[in-house]
Nanobody, 128 residues
Framework: QVQLVESGGGLVQSGDSLSLSCTSS????????VAWFRQAPGKDREFVSG????????RYADSVQGRFTISRDNAKNSVALQISNLRPEDTALYYC?????????????????????WGQGTQVTVSS
C-alpha cells in the first residue's frame, strides 16, 4: 500500500529553483512527522530536511541550509520542499519519509531507520 507519493523532480540547470511535493491519502498524515532524504548514486541516503506534525519545527542539513525550505499543509495532506540555487551536488533521488509522532514531540529525527513510511522517490538532476 502506497503511503507517500513524491512529485516535482526534473532536469534543471545550476542556479535554478524547484519545488518538490509529498502527498498522502492517509487521514493520519497530520499526525506524522515528515522528512526529505536524498540518495545520489554510490552514496548513502542522507537527511535533507524535516518538519514536525504541526509544522511548528523544521530542521535542515547543513549542506542545504538557506537554500531549501520545507513546509506542510495538513488540510491537503502534503509537504513541500522548495529548493533554490540548485547545485550539481544536489543531484539525487529525493525521498519523502514519515513517522508517527505525538503532539508534544518537537524533535526531528535525521536517520532513515527512524522513518516507517516511504515514497518511491523523485529524481532531481542539476546540470552545470
Amino acid at each position: 500500500q502506497v503511503q507517500l507519493v513524491e512529485s516535482g523532480g526534473g532536469l534543471v540547470q545550476s542556479g535554478d529553483s524547484l519545488s518538490l511535493s509529498c502527498t498522502s491519502s492517509r487521514s493520519a498524515f497530520s499526525s506524522w512527522a515528515v522528512a526529505w532524504f536524498r540518495q545520489a548514486p554510490g552514496k548513502d541516503r542522507e537527511f535533507v530536511s524535516g518538519i514536525t506534525r504541526n509544522g511548528g519545527t523544521t530542521r535542515y542539513a547543513d549542506s542545504v541550509q538557506g537554500r531549501f525550505t520545507i513546509s506542510r499543509d495538513n488540510a491537503k495532506n502534503s509537504v513541500a520542499l522548495q529548493i533554490s540555487n540548485l547545485r550539481p551536488e544536489d543531484t539525487a533521488l529525493y525521498y519523502c519519509a514519515a513517522r508517527r509522532t505525538i503532539v508534544t514531540d518537537h524533535f526531528i529525527k535525521n536517520t532513515p531507520g527512524d522513518y516507517v513510511y516511504w515514497g518511491q522517490g523523485t529524481q532531481v538532476t542539476v546540470s552545470s
